[in-house]
């Protein structure tokens, strides 16, 4: 009778979790059914409302909103092309030419061959370096996809792109990071709008300023960042002066990278959503919704500078969007009424002084 009892306690209890577990699933499945509805019906009014609208449509406030709470993987590379846009005047053609021309610099350099007649000026051994340099790159970007690496789908497409924009720029050639950059933009459009929005995006103030390596115009985004940190979180300001954890240390690849590096691909796009709403201030909301986001922990007496460092040069795998979009909200990137373009101003301003002096 004791061992009755206990089989029958036993099989109770395995029908409640059974039951349990079951509604668990129902509340999942119900759970992916709806957002699966809520994606349906947000790439249909992007197709249909706010795409072909785009210049009306795109500030409205419904949008907006919409906007923030991410943009349908569908809909995504069609909309990052026109927030975007293409103000080099960069055509599909040019892409070609360019794609070309880097074929022939991959070839000589293969080969040992001489410079063709009419190739910029260069030292071989400059040009061979940033070619490897590609290489090299183009197999270390998103691992973990398999698609970009020798033999993958998008190593030939990838390792093109930043050819040709090393030849389309030779001023400014290629530099670590920008496979993250590119890559992101195949993930999400074909080749040539990808390498037309790649140019684009290099040519805007921020990421021109670091891959250019404009000191006097980092050393602004810099102090920038530094109020916006301060104003926003004072108490992980003033415990990282004193760790001596400076910006540079971490938002360097943060920023090469558009955080396509640092954070989950999911993450990574979402961010990359609303900077292309926002523009590069918002790349400083993110960093310092990051910072808000582990604060607690950042701020534990066992987090000296090795293990501080260590973890802002590599994030935690598991952030999610939701969590961390919660924290960007709470970012204000006004300091005494001063927003933030006139902030970098200010201390463009003073960076150009001090240059002169």
């Not at 609208?53 to 995504?76: A, D, F, H, I, Y």
């Not at 080749?191 to 404009?214: G, K, T, Y």
């Not at 090469?256 to 989950?264: A, G």
Request: hydrophobic share 40%.
């Amino acid at each position: 009778m004791k061992h009755k009892s206990e089989y029958e306690a036993m099989v109770t209890q395995a029908k409640k979790r059974e039951a349990k577990d079951a509604k668990l699933r129902k509340r999942l499945l119900q759970r992916q059914m709806k957002q699966e509805d809520f994606v349906a019906q947000a790439t249909r009014f992007w197709n249909e409302e706010v795409l072909p609208n785009w210049t009306s449509m795109r500030t409205s406030r419904k949008v907006r909103e919409l906007w923030w709470q991410g943009l349908p993987p569908s809909m995504r590379g069609k909309a990052w092309k026109l927030a975007i846009g293409n103000d080099l005047s960069i055509t599909s053609e040019l892409y070609e030419i360019c794609v070309m021309r880097a074929k022939e610099r991959l070839q000589c350099s293969t080969e040992g061959a001489a410079e063709p007649d009419d190739a910029p000026s260069e030292s071989p051994a400059n040009r061979e370096d940033s070619v490897e340099l590609i290489r090299l790159d183009v197999s270390r970007t998103f691992p973990h996809l398999c698609i970009f690496q020798k033999g993958g789908p998008y190593h030939d497409l990838l390792q093109n792109m930043l050819g040709a924009y090393a030849c389309y720029r030779p001023d400014v050639g290629y530099v670590q990071g920008m496979s993250f950059l590119a890559a992101m933009l195949l993930l999400n459009m074909d080749v040539a709008d990808a390498f037309i929005c790649f140019s684009n995006l290099l040519n805007r103030p921020c990421h021109r300023a670091f891959f250019r390596v404009d000191n006097t115009m980092m050393k602004a985004y810099f102090a920038t960042y530094e109020e916006l940190f301060e104003e926003n979180l004072p108490k992980l300001y003033t415990h990282f002066e004193k760790l001596n954890v400076t910006a540079d240390i971490y938002l360097i690849e943060w920023l090469y990278t558009s955080f396509s590096k640092s954070l989950p691909l999911d993450v990574a796009c979402r961010v990359w959503d609303i900077f292309c709403r926002d523009g590069e201030e918002f790349f400083f909301r993110t960093a310092l919704g990051v910072l808000r986001m582990y604060e607690d922990m950042l701020l534990n007496p066992d987090m000296d500078f090795i293990h501080t460092a260590q973890f802002l040069t590599k994030l935690p795998d598991d952030i999610s969007a939701e969590q961390l979009f919660r924290n960007i909200e709470h970012i204000r990137t006004h300091v005494d009424k001063r927003r933030f373009s006139q902030v970098l101003a200010h201390h463009m301003e003073a960076a150009d002084g001090s240059r002169d002096t």
